[in-house]
């Protein structure tokens, strides 16, 4: 009970309450809380395994793991927010790219993080996979060079 009154106090709606999925892209449904450990670098990171969207020229699904990895600073996204606005995405066409890229714009606005990558492991549609990482690193910091770092380095 004490933990649902915290939640309730850091302005948190979703967490413990019935899940109603958007049938459209919801940026809106994104929530944060306080990190509780600022004073750490530390990693966290989240999976989706059952990502959807669909094609914004056929209309067909599709299927992806989307990987978000981040160094929180003050605030971290609240993992039940995060499922929903991800699922937000099963009706809403857009390009695998476009996806990543504006998952990751949409957490960067909403916690501002030292830190953070997004990968897209999109499955195969007529024969080819499409595999899109963004990064940011806060500009000026050690973590702008990690994000410079982490891009050159990736496979």
Known sequence: MEIMENREKEGLKSLGRKTEYRSDYAPEVLETFENRHKENDYWVRFNCPEFTSLCPIT??????????????????????????????????????????????????????????????????????????????GRPGTKYEALAEKRMAEHE
């Not at 606005?85 to 099963?90: A, G, K, M, P, T």
Request: proline share 6%.
């Open 59 to 136: 209309g067909q699904p599709d299927f992806a793991e989307i990987r978000i990895s981040y160094i929180p600073d003050i605030r971290m996204v609240e993992s039940k927010s995060l499922k929903l606005y991800l699922f937000s995405f099963r009706n809403h066409g857009d390009f695998h790219e476009d996806c990543v890229n504006k998952i990751m714009k949409d957490l960067i606005r909403l916690m501002d993080p030292k830190y953070i990558e997004v990968t897209g492991f999109f499955t195969p549609r007529g024969g080819i996979s499409i595999y899109p990482y963004a990064n940011y």
